[in-house]
Structure formats: structure tokens, C-alpha cells
């Protein structure tokens, strides 16, 4: 596909016509066909997967906070005023981002980030040599309860703008840090946000009574049976 739209004179606005496009500002030099393969493959699979599970465990939640889902229905339609949800609701569904935000503290898509050290780093009293593979335990972090109050507890109002101005930069890493943040998070994050705001207005999702999902890590953290919940109309 990518050396058929080299070829085609079709003028397009989209990512490939973008990527193809694009240059490095320092070198002028553009992409190769198998780096915009790779980006191309990077933003349908991890911008997919890492959004429906963030969805799934803020589903899994809400099941089992029903006043919270309330509160999150009434704002939407508070929001919406009953109507569409249009772009510019999206900034004024705070509560609801806010959920969104707790469901990937406790359950974060990505629980694990993996990097090397470009150099020799003194951290503590540990010497960490160049080439090391450093894991950064995301799961755990956001869990750790010098960092948070009750840490096993939903509570979305952590999240609240002053609640966020008070607490370590590094304390929330769903989509990494640093140079290396996730190119995706503003979307991912508006994204998330919107299905589920279309979602709740329209039906109620149950968890199946009894159930507890086993975690498993493949990369990413998913229930490892699934998430069987009953969907029934508003």
C-alpha cells in the first residue's frame, strides 16, 4: 500500500500521505517504506488494544460503582443537554475523563516499561551499567502507598485539578514518561473518552455476578478469561 501511494499522484489527508511526507528537520531525510510499515503497524495495534483495555477495566469498575456511573451518565447528558455528543463536549467531560484516569492508575494497559541505560546511572546505593535493561514497574508504582492514599481503592477524584498539582509527576505513568512518552496519549485519552460517553448513554454493562478476572501480562495487562459482562439497554 505504501509503494502504490508513492507511486499515485492522488493527493490525500491522512496519516500515510503525512508520514510519506514528512522530514527529519535536522538531516531533511524522510522515511523509509519499511519505517512507515512500522509506524503505520505501531499506531493501529497499540493505539487499539491499549484503548479497548483501558475501556474494559473502566467498564469492570463502574460495574461495580454503580453511583459512580450514575454520576458519570448524569454529566454526559448534563454536557450533551440530551443531544449528540459533539466535539466540543469532550473538554467539558471532566468527571468522566477523571474515571478514565483511575481505571489506568489501577489497571494500566501498558503495566511494565522496559529501557536501557544509554550510560553508567548512580540510583540509591545501585549502579546501573550501560546496556542494562531497566524495568519500571508501572502497575506497582501505582500502587505504592507512600505515593497514594488507599491505593487499592477506586476513587476518581484523585484526578481533580488540584489533587494532580499536589502529587509527584511520576507518580502516574500509563503512557510512560520522559522523551519517550507516548506519542498517542492525547488521542488515546480523548479517544477513550468519547466511546465511553457514547457507550453509557445508550446501555448498562453488568459483570457477571461472582466474577473476578484473573490479571495476565502479554505485553499488556488484559483479564485473563475475559471480562463477561451484560449489556442491557437504557
Known sequence: MVAERRRSDQARN???????TVTDPETGRSM???????????????GQETTALALTWTFYLLSLHPE??????????????????REGHVEALSYTRQVVQEAM????????????????VS??????RAGSPTYIPVYAIHRHRPLWDEPDTFD????????????????YLPFGAGPRICIGMSFALLEAVVILATLLR??????????????K???TLRPAAGMPMRLELR
Open 68 to 85: 459512580i456511573e450514575e454520576r458519570v451518565v448524569q454529566e454526559i447528558e448534563a454536557v450533551t443537554e440530551g443531544g449528540s455528543l
Open 217 to 219: 501480562q502479554r505485553i
Open 156 to 171: 476518581q477524584d484523585r484526578f481533580a485539578p488540584e489533587a494532580v498539582k499536589t502529587r509527584h509527576r511520576y507518580a
Open 105 to 120: 492508575r489501577l489497571y494500566p494497559p501498558a503495566p511494565v516499561v522496559v529501557r536501557a541505560a544509554t550510560r553508567d
Open 202 to 215: 445508550s446501555v448498562r454493562l453488568s459483570l457477571r455476578p461472582g466474577y473476578a478476572p484473573e490479571l
Open 123 to 128: 540510583l540509591g546505593h545501585e549502579l546501573i
Open 14 to 20: 491522512d496519516l500515510v500521505t503525512r508520514l510519506l
Open 32 to 46: 523509509s517504506d519499511r519505517d512507515i510499515v512500522d509506524n503505520l503497524l505501531t499506531f493501529v495495534i497499540a
